[in-house]
C-alpha cells in the first residue's frame, strides 16, 4: 500500500457522522479531533477536564466556525464515569460511527484507579473495553462503524502479568505502560475476531502513532522516561498532526479492514505516512486474548454480546423427518 500522500486533505466527507475520541483535549485526540471536524463531522470531545476541554474545543471553532463540537467528561480510570458517559451518550443520540479509543497515560508512579486498578491498565485498557462494550449497541446502528483502539510501538516489548496486575509485587513504569498497550492490540485484535465470529458490520482497527511529540511523554512524573522520551528523543519526533494520520486513516479510509493495523511507513514505523503494519506476535495469541476478555469482563462488570470464536458451538438437535439427530 503506497500512501506516501496521504493526509487529512484524503479524508472522506464526514457529515451526518457522530464520532467519539476519547482525550480529545490535547496531543493526538485534539488533533484527531480537528481533522474529523474539518470534514464535517459532529465529534464529541470525550475528556477527564472538561475545562480543558472546552478550551480545546474553542481552538477549533476560532479556526472552523462551523465545527460540530460536545465536550463531555469521561475519566477513564474511574468506571463509573465511562457508565455515566454511555448513558448520556445514549439518551442523546441514536447512533455513534466511530468510537476513537485515544486516550492515554504513560510511565506515572504506581497510582490505583477508584475501583484498585493499576493506573495506565485502568486508563489505557479496561476504561476503552468498557466504554466500547457500553457503545456497542450505538455503534451497532451506524451504516459504517468503526471502532479503532490505539496502541503503541511499545505493545512489542510488552507481557500481560495476570498475576500481578495491579503492580503490588513490583512495580515498573515502562513495564507496566507497555503492558496496557499490549492490552490495547489484543483486545483490538479479539474485538474483530468476535465481531467477524457474529457476523457484524462492526470493524475493528488498531492504529499506533509512531513516535509523536504529545503531552503523553512529557507529563509523566517519573524522571527517567520523562527524560528519555519527552526530551532527550524529541529531535526525532513528529508532530501531533502527523502522528494521528495512522488512526484517522483507521476511522476513515473506505478499504480498510478489521483487523487491521496502522502505523507510519517511516524507518522503524517512527514517522512517516500510514500504512498497514504488523502486530506483535503475542497480540494474536488466541488464549492470552480469551483470559484478557474474561478478566477484562470481570473487573469492569460489562459483558460484550459477542461469540468467543474460539470455542466450539455446541450441537443442535434437529429434526429430521420423524427422527431426531445431532447436527455437528
Not at 474483530?192 to 457474529?198: D, G, I, K, P, Y
Not at 514517522?271 to 502486530?279: C, E, I, K, S
Amino acid at each position: 500500500m503506497n500512501q506516501e500522500r496521504w493526509n487529512t486533505d484524503r479524508i472522506p466527507d464526514q457529515s451526518g457522522r457522530v464520532v467519539v475520541v476519547t482525550g480529545a483535549g490535547s496531543g493526538l485526540g485534539l488533533a484527531s479531533t480537528r481533522a474529523l471536524a474539518r470534514r464535517g463531522a459532529r465529534v464529541i470531545l470525550a475528556v477527564r477536564d472538561v475545562d480543558r476541554g472546552r478550551a480545546a474545543a474553542a481552538t477549533i471553532t476560532a479556526a472552523q466556525p462551523a465545527a460540530r463540537l460536545d465536550v463531555r467528561r469521561l475519566d477513564l480510570a474511574d468506571l463509573d464515569t465511562v457508565r455515566t458517559f454511555a448513558d448520556g451518550l445514549r439518551a442523546d443520540h441514536a447512533r455513534v460511527d466511530v468510537l476513537l479509543n485515544n486516550a492515554g497515560v504513560m510511565a506515572p508512579p504506581r497510582t490505583l484507579s477508584a475501583q484498585g486498578h493499576e493506573m495506565q491498565f485502568a486508563t489505557n485498557h479496561l476504561g476503552h473495553f468498557a466504554l466500547t462494550g457500553l457503545l456497542l449497541d450505538l455503534l451497532a446502528q451506524a451504516p459504517d462503524p468503526r471502532v479503532v483502539t490505539v496502541s503503541s510501538l511499545e505493545h512489542r516489548k510488552g507481557r500481560v502479568d495476570f498475576d500481578d496486575l495491579t503492580g503490588a509485587r513490583g512495580y515498573a513504569p515502562m513495564t507496566f505502560y507497555r503492558q496496557s498497550k499490549l492490552a490495547n492490540a489484543v483486545f483490538g485484535l479479539e474485538l474483530h475476531r468476535r465481531l467477524a465470529a457474529a457476523g457484524s458490520p462492526l470493524r475493528s482497527v488498531l492504529a499506533h502513532p509512531g513516535y509523536s511529540a504529545t503531552g503523553l511523554q512529557t507529563n509523566g512524573t517519573v524522571r527517567v522516561p520523562r527524560l528519555v522520551f519527552g526530551h532527550l528523543a524529541r529531535p526525532l519526533a513528529q508532530s501531533a498532526g502527523r502522528g494521528a494520520l495512522p488512526q484517522l486513516y483507521a476511522a476513515t479510509e473506505p478499504g480498510v479492514r478489521g483487523g487491521e493495523f496502522i502505523g507510519p511507513d517511516g524507518r522503524g514505523e517512527l514517522r512517516g505516512a500510514p500504512t498497514r503494519v504488523t502486530l506483535a506476535p503475542g497480540a494474536a495469541d488466541p488464549a492470552v486474548a480469551r483470559r484478557l476478555w474474561e478478566v477484562s469482563e470481570e473487573l469492569t462488570q460489562v459483558s460484550f454480546p459477542l461469540p468467543d470464536p474460539t470455542r466450539p458451538v455446541p450441537a443442535r438437535r434437529v429434526r429430521a423427518g420423524a427422527d431426531e439427530t445431532r447436527k455437528d
